[in-house]
């Protein structure tokens, strides 16, 4: 499946937004190591998830 991104936002594990973006690219540099969720929106979807970051 193939779909224009037109959105990004990580929220952490208190659903507290963290990062929105419109960019075609994240500087997830200044994040802790941990869990946090995510919502990819694009023209007709919404794909959400969890990602895991380890420096």
Do not use: A, P, R
Request: proline letters at 0%; glycine letters at 4%.
């Amino acid at each position: 499946m193939i779909f224009k991104v037109t959105s990004v936002e990580i929220y952490n594990l208190n659903s507290q937004k963290i990062i929105e973006s419109n960019d075609n690219y994240i500087n997830i540099e200044k994040l802790n190591n941990g869990m946090y969720y995510y919502k990819i929106y694009s023209n007709d979807k919404i794909l959400n998830g969890k990602l895991i970051i380890k420096h």
